[in-house]
């Protein structure tokens, strides 16, 4: 079981105005799902939450838009909004995500002390022709390959329950190997009866051995069990950890509700696992 918990909180900072056809995801306008949708949250509402993330003991923030890429009207505000975030909170590692970016705009990212890109390859490049047709997979590898470029720390992973088998996951932790990023946020698929995939949630013991997959693979890596977590493995999400995760997403997701960080702080304490303060395990 794993010594110290990394713990990340996210920031939806731009809801729901994207145009991509990604069938995972409710922020997609084309399937008209019932969520909150606004262009940029206020900045002092996003130092807010960075604040509280950082009281709940998150070593990790990420600013998440919605939308295709990093154009340079969200480049431009993912910049303010993290200038903000570290002028009045020490010690958060800063995360952008922001979707498709060339290496320019990465670099302006880090510039404006962005610390880590996360950009998710979502699933193996063969099954991800099944879920999304607006852009290719292979332009989701070049992101990630640029954000290393650009110097950023890599923040990649994927989600899994979406009618994948066994040899999209197996070519999915290769292309993951071939990137080699620093940590892998491991997804769990959250049914929406707006979306067109399936209304399956992942048998519990079905996931527990995709952490353990993971962990047998990348040794080494920060494991995340991010979105997901509290409908998969529901009363069992203790087990997660003996499973060779040693980080999670604490308070909401995106488009749903997460566990209360005090729920998930006390299940850590009852756990004896110890809560990392920084980045890089001290």
Known sequence: MAKKIFLCAISNISSGSCNED???????????????????????????????????????????????????SRLEFVCEAALAIKKEVSGLNLIACNGLADKESLKELKKCKIDSYNHNLETSKNFYKKICSTHEWEDRFQTCLNAKEAGLKLCSGG??????????????????????????????????????????????????????????????????????????????????????????????YLTTKGAKANSDLKMLKELGLEIAESCDGK
């Open 159 to 252: 989600i899994f329950g979406m009618g994948e088998d066994e040899r999209d996951r197996e070519e999915f932790f290769e292309a993951l190997k071939e990137l080699d990023p620093d940590s892998i946020p491991l997804n769990f698929f959250h049914p929406n009866p707006s979306l067109p995939l399936p209304l399956r949630v992942m048998p519990v013991d079905e996931a527990l051995e995709v952490i353990k997959k993971a962990r047998e693979i990348f040794k080494n890596k920060r494991l995340m069990v991010a979105g997901g977590r509290e409908i998969t493995f529901k009363e069992r999400q203790k087990e997660i950890f003996k499973a060779g995760a040693d980080a999670i997403v604490i308070g909401n």
């Open 22 to 72: 990604c069938a995972f995801c409710a922020q997609s306008s084309k399937y008209k799902a019932d969520i909150e949708r606004y262009r940029k949250k206020n900045i002092d509402l996003i130092v807010k939450e960075a604040k509280e993330a950082k009281r709940n003991k998150a070593v990790g923030f990420c600013l998440v838009t919605s939308g295709k890429e990093l154009d340079e």
